[in-house]
């Protein structure tokens, strides 16, 4: 299985964007309070829209509460990371893989990235800008697993499509 862990999340639209994510692609979503908002928040209740009931979703009291729990590959997304997420074999879908992005203004603490070099990894982008938006960095990276697991599981076509729409012969 294919977790999304939110260490700390602060922007309640990012966390309803993920929420959105993490049910198009069958993926667990982990948040480890303090949590900058409420998770009824209407702001990240409108960026899930109406999925939000189909989200699969564990809150954590901390990050040990989290360690505790979880048992799997971690992944850790940070700016300070020297590999490109796509360095990493995610091809076994059997494995329990947990990709773990920071908060928004801080990211993850680097005590927790000292202990996982190895694993810490970089979205590539250029000079001119520090980091890319959370709730696209979650997709890119979920998709790369999914890309590598042959998007198991997922949909290629529309499932409600009107048939009579377009013709594709």
Do not use: W
Not at 29 to 56: A, C, E, Q, T, W
Not at 64 to 82: A, M, P, Q, W
Not at 101 to 122: A, N, Q, V, W, Y
Not at 142 to 156: A, G
């Amino acid at each position: 299985m294919i977790h999304i862990v939110l260490y700390e999340p602060e922007i309640p639209q990012n966390t309803g964007n993920i929420m959105r994510t993490c049910v198009a692609t069958g993926t667990k979503l982990h948040l480890i309070k303090p949590l900058g908002f409420s998770l009824d928040d209407n702001k990240m209740r409108r960026s899930g829209v109406n999925y939000i009931d189909k989200l699969d979703l564990e809150v954590y009291e901390n990050y040990e509460d989290f360690l505790s729990k979880n048992e799997g590959d971690f992944y850790y997304f940070t700016r300070y990371g020297h590999k490109p997420h796509t360095s990493f074999d995610y091809s076994d879908s059997s494995r329990e893989i947990y990709l773990i992005f920071g908060k928004e203004s801080t990211g993850i603490p680097k005590e927790i990235l000292r202990e996982h070099l190895d694993h810490c990894m970089r979205i590539p982008m250029t000079k001119n800008v520090r980091a890319l938006n959370l709730s696209n960095c979650c997709a890119i990276v979920v998709y790369e697993v999914l890309r590598q697991q042959n998007y198991r599981d997922l949909l290629f076509e529309e499932p409600h499509k009107d048939k009579d729409f377009i013709n594709l012969d």
